[in-house]
């Protein structure tokens, strides 16, 4: 399968965009599912569009339509390195079967798999971050890629889907094509007959939604197909905006939900908190209290799972020198904008520590604050102040040109004066 390489794409909302979408609905209220594809894809969005599939036990309908109008259509697989040997097998099948040409393979990062799941197992002790890095990390720059996405969404999945159109506009400006929409279960199971598709070949041992092998079970007759999925977790849904059955979580909703800012982009957080009730032993991804974590060091350092260090106004984080490398993030709290400690700390861990991990500044976050962090070596900001939200996801925060102070072994005075030194 093709590797991929994508470039981000801004989208802005239209209001004019929004109406023809609405009248995109009454025009093809009547028309066959293979008719909503053809016409999304050749004449609404030609060259951009795409779908992700997860070939898994009703994906062979739409593929089937995406075969008929265009074979070389971005089809995106997010190969997990988690799924049954039967998927990707069935990844096999299908593009054979149907002749499509365009199949890509979406891998996570290496670096992210021996950084927050080393042994393979996040999935048993944090499936919220196992999907995060897995899925939601290796889609979102995918999804900034095109205009528009096909689903496989139907009304009769879910109540809030009863109405599900034809042609939906996100809040981030990108059009979600549901050819299935009015399809029933009848409907996927004769299309499926009428055509002679290949059956995933998990399906008739009991594997009625498929997604990765650790996380799939069978279902009993008259349970919810989704059942099987992450079974006893509270969990329905990857976390991604095109989750593996094609249910879609609303963009925006899920953006404006994280805090976390993050290489130019709000992500969501894989770090929890520590709370009352957490426990040395088992406590993974939580930014732990510096003082919590000298009180039960020889604990947290045998504690297998990925962890962060919470580092207050007045902490110093030369009490945990030799033990840096055991956190993935520190988090340093700015409490007021006029506290400069947390700046220190900064320098400390990464000039004279050298500390290769995540320094993230939380609590009073602002504007005019962020400049100075990143020269500090902050590399992640988490942001509930709106308007400084705003300016980071608009790119619109300045940068300081003219310092009295140079950090890092990069920036160099230029002249002898201080107010004369200059950044870069
Ligand atoms: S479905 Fe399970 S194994 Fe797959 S990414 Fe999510 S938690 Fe990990």
Known sequence: MAQVNALPRQHRPDPLRALGVVALNGMFDEMDAL?????????ILPGDVAIVSSFGADSAV???????????????????????????????????????????????DPADLKRFDP??????????SCCHIRKTEPLE???????GWVTGRKRYQTVERGVLPHFELTSDDRIKVNPLAHFSDADVVAYRQEHNLPEHPLYQSGYKSIGCAPCTSVVAEGEDPRAGRWRGLNKKECGIHFDFNGAI????????????????????????DWGEGDDAATAHYTHVPLPVF???????????HPLGLLVSPGERIEDVKDDLQRFA?????????????????????????RFAGEIRAVGDVLADQIPLMRRCGVTALVVTHEPTRQALAEGKLAEVAIFYQPVGLTEVPVGTRPYLRRAG
């Open 294 to 304: 000298l009180e039960h060091r020889e604990t947290f350092l045998a504690n297998p």
């Open 119 to 128: 042994n393979g197992d996040l999935w048993e002790t944090d499936p919220d």
């Open 329 to 353: 993030s520190v988090a340093i709290k700015f409490p007021a904008f006029t506290d400069g400690r947390g700046y220190s700390t900064a320098r400390l861990l990464s000039e004279r520590y």
């Open 141 to 147: 720059p995918i999804t900034e890629e095109y205009g």
């Open 35 to 43: 008719g909503v594809l053809r016409h999304a894809v050749e004449e």
């Open 249 to 272: 979580a609303k963009p925006m909703v899920a953006v404006e939900k994280h805090r976390l800012f993050k290489d130019g982009a709000f992500i969501a957080d894989p770090f929890h």
């Open 62 to 108: 739409l593929l089937h339509m995406v075969s008929k109008v265009k074979k070389d259509l971005p089809v995106y697989f997010l190969e997990t390195g988690k799924h049954f040997p039967e998927t990707l097998d069935y990844v096999e099948t299908l593009k054979t079967r149907l002749g499509l040409t365009n199949v890509i393979a979406i891998q996570p």
